[in-house]
């Protein structure tokens, strides 16, 4: 079983910064894709970046690419989300997630095992 734990969301104005974090526990970190995915209230959850974990290679959504950045930390068993220049439609709760084995896109909620609850993140205009 793995364990997911976020935090770093919290209240930004529009053009500003945060960067979210994901702690592991539980199982081997580096075996783990590691992803992150956001939800708006009303709304599908949505496939924001991942990291591959045996490559370190990044992918992004569109709407991100460029602006957020997804890194981990094998010593910390901790995944991070840079994000910067931030949109109000941005606002959203942000979700880390973690598989093993899948070769399934990335971008597929459901090709993920494992969930954190959740951070929230408000961009305000």
């Known amino acids: 079983q793995v364990q997911l734990v976020e935090s770093g969301g919290g209240l930004v104005q529009a053009g500003g910064s945060l960067r979210l974090s994901c702690v592991t526990s539980?199982?081997?970190?580096?075996?783990?894709?590691m992803g992150w995915f956001r939800q708006s209230p009303g709304q599908e959850r949505e496939f924001v970046a991942a990291?591959?974990?045996?490559?370190?290679?990044?992918y992004y959504a569109g709407s991100v690419k460029g602006r957020f950045t997804i890194s981990r930390d094998s010593a910390k068993n901790t995944v991070y989300l840079q994000m910067n220049s931030l949109k109000p439609e941005e606002t959203a709760v942000y979700y880390c997630?973690?598989?093993?084995?899948?070769?399934?896109?990335?971008?597929?909620?459901?090709?993920?095992?494992?969930w954190g609850q959740g951070t929230q993140v408000t961009v305000s205009s």
């Open positions: 997630a973690a598989r093993q084995g899948s070769t399934l896109p990335l971008d597929l909620s459901t090709s993920f095992n494992y």
């Open positions: 539980g199982r081997t970190f580096s075996y783990y894709d």
């Open positions: 990291i591959v974990w045996n490559s370190n290679t990044a």
